[in-house]
């Protein structure tokens, strides 16, 4: 089954990866943040407090046998920026700005939050690479898959066939209607294939983020793709949404690792 439960947190778990990786997308049960952020908000930047949300990331990672010491995570800023995590990331040391981590080490957990973004997790079983991604419109449309992949191509030396990729819990197409300044970047971007990812519906645009990166993917060579078909502003219970729950909730988390 693709959900999980441990320790009282709920999460959900890719069929298409192997347990040469561990790997939890979390949804908001298990915390001990309360109300907007009810309760296993994982963002310190949204008003929580800085110890429940410390308390909380400690809950994931026990969850999945990690070290919290072993985390490295980033500021996303909805770009393409790309951190070589080749070791966790000091507790001094600022965070940095980037969307994507990419990593070969067994002792470094990759670690992103998001709430209606598409968190996108990437594995090469063959070079033993994992890298993890933040796609909103911006990244997407920015070519955030295929720049993932064109990473680890290039650091990792991995071949595309050979890389397997999950499109995880975001805002389904229903739910995600956009003006048209940002239809006009996906048109331009996508070109014939900005049908597939733009529709109408009463006069009114919705955008497919899930098709769009995963059309990224398959361009980039991907071959092997799962998409959790798990909408956020669908479904409140399991998952924070920034834009049904108007901007005032939390973010969940996604942790990613190589055994």
């Given at each position: 089954m693709p959900f999980q439960q441990k320790n009282g947190l709920r999460f959900y778990q890719f069929d298409i990866f192997?347990?040469?990786?561990?790997?939890?997308?979390?949804?908001?049960?298990?915390?001990?943040?309360?109300?907007?952020?009810?309760?296993?908000?994982?963002?310190?930047s949204v008003g929580d407090e800085g110890t429940r949300v410390i308390e909380n990331r400690t809950r994931v990672f026990n969850s999945l046998d990690r070290n919290p010491a072993s985390l490295h995570d980033a500021h996303l800023v909805h770009g393409v920026d790309i951190i070589l995590a080749d070791a966790p990331r000091p507790v001094?040391?600022?965070?940095?700005?980037?969307?994507?981590?990419?990593?070969?080490?067994?002792?470094?957990?990759?670690?992103?939050?998001?709430?209606?973004?598409?968190?996108?997790?990437?594995?090469?079983?063959?070079?033993?690479?994992?890298?993890?991604?933040?796609?909103?419109?911006?990244?997407?449309?920015?070519?955030?898959?295929e720049v993932t992949v064109n990473a680890m191509v290039e650091h990792y030396n991995c071949k595309p066939e050979s890389i397997i990729a999950g499109i995880g819990p975001s805002i389904s197409v229903d739910h995600y209607e956009i003006g048209e300044d940002v239809a006009v970047q996906f048109r331009e971007k996508y070109k014939d294939d900005s049908e597939k990812v733009l529709q109408t519906r009463d006069n009114k645009l919705y955008l497919d983020l899930w098709t769009a990166n995963a059309i990224q993917l398959r361009n980039s060579g991907v071959e092997q793709i799962q998409v959790s078909g798990l909408c956020t502003a669908c479904h409140l219970d399991d998952w924070f949404s920034h834009r049904a729950e108007k901007g005032k909730t939390g973010r969940f988390g996604v942790l990613m690792a190589l055994n």
């Open positions: 192997s347990p040469a990786i561990t790997h939890g997308v979390f949804t908001r049960h298990g915390g001990v943040s309360p109300q907007p952020w009810e309760s296993l908000n994982l963002s310190i001094n040391q600022p965070i940095q700005k980037a969307d994507i981590l990419l990593t070969d080490n067994p002792e470094v957990s990759l670690f992103m939050r998001y709430a209606d973004c598409v968190p996108l997790l990437f594995h090469d079983p063959k070079e033993r690479v994992i890298a993890l991604s933040h796609a909103g419109w911006m990244g997407t449309v920015k070519g955030v898959a």
